[in-house]
Antibody, heavy 122, light 110 residues
Framework: QVQLVESGGGVVQPGGSLRLSCAAS????????MHWVRQAPGKGLEWVAF????????YYADSVKGRFTISRDNSKNTLYLQMNSLRAEDTAVYYC???????????????WGQGTLVTVSS | SSELTQDPAVSVALGQTVRITCQGD??????ASWYQQKPGQAPVLVIY???NRPSGIPDRFSGSSSGNTASLTITGAQAEDEADYYC?????????????FGGGTKLTVL
């Protein structure tokens, strides 16, 4: 069965950095695009970033562009999110999610991890 | 436009039918997907594409679309359907991928 397990969350000061990891199993990780999605406390879902199956293309939400970097290591079945210049408004639960390919281009995320909490506070 | 609009809250009597809607320009070009999220849990995909349910999702969940509006319908709502529901799609402008989520609808089953 598909499993996605995030790690690396914690408390960090404003301006600091953190790297999140997402260990994938139960599917051919190297064949699928992957997303990061976050959810601030008591708020809705916000898409953060997407990386294609082979890492050839990466896309970011405007709110994190230039500060966050998505990457993957297909030999380790692991997705990463490097977060720099963190702000209080980045405080959220961060989920990794598997992309379900669609030839027509529609987007759906068919498996999600349980999330890891990032708190940006002094 | 990259926004998706949902009603913040909807209620339904046990066993009745409820429709949750999602509006946005991108829905004229792409199908919405729908996610159910219960408190303290990760979202779960319930509808994708024209009207497809992942394995394990009850057939009381269905999806439809018309113009700039996508709908999630629960026919015969159960107590366990009480949750937040989010739609998502992609921005239809340009080649740059921008994924958007609606603000979510809190469903109360009375």
């Amino acid at each position: 069965q598909v499993q996605l397990v995030e790690s690396g969350g914690g408390v960090v000061q404003p301006g600091g950095s953190l790297r999140l990891s997402c260990a994938a199993s139960g599917f051919t990780f190297s064949s699928y695009g992957m997303h990061w999605v976050r959810q601030a406390p008591g708020k809705g879902l916000e898409w953060v970033a997407f990386i294609r199956y082979d890492g050839s293309n990466k896309y970011y939400a405007d709110s994190v562009k230039g500060r966050f970097t998505i990457s993957r290591d297909n030999s380790k079945n692991t997705l990463y999110l490097q977060m720099n210049s963190l702000r209080a408004e980045d405080t959220a639960v961060y989920y990794c999610a598997k992309d379900r390919p669609d030839l027509a281009g529609s987007i759906s995320l068919d498996y999600w991890g349980q999330g890891t909490l990032v708190t940006v506070s002094s | 436009s990259s926004e998706l609009t949902q009603d913040p809250a909807v209620s339904v009597a046990l066993g009745q039918t409820v429709r949750i809607t999602c509006q946005g320009d991108s829905l004229r070009s792409y199908y919405a997907s729908w996610y159910q999220q219960k408190p303290g849990q990760a979202p779960v995909l319930v509808i994708y594409g024209k009207n497809n349910r992942p394995s394990g999702i009850p057939d009381r969940f269905s999806g439809s679309s018309s113009g700039n509006t996508a709908s999630l319908t629960i026919t015969g709502a159960q107590a366990e359907d009480e949750a937040d529901y989010y739609c998502n799609s992609r921005d239809s402008s340009g080649n740059h991928l921008n994924v958007v989520f609606g603000g979510g609808t809190k469903l109360t089953v009375l």
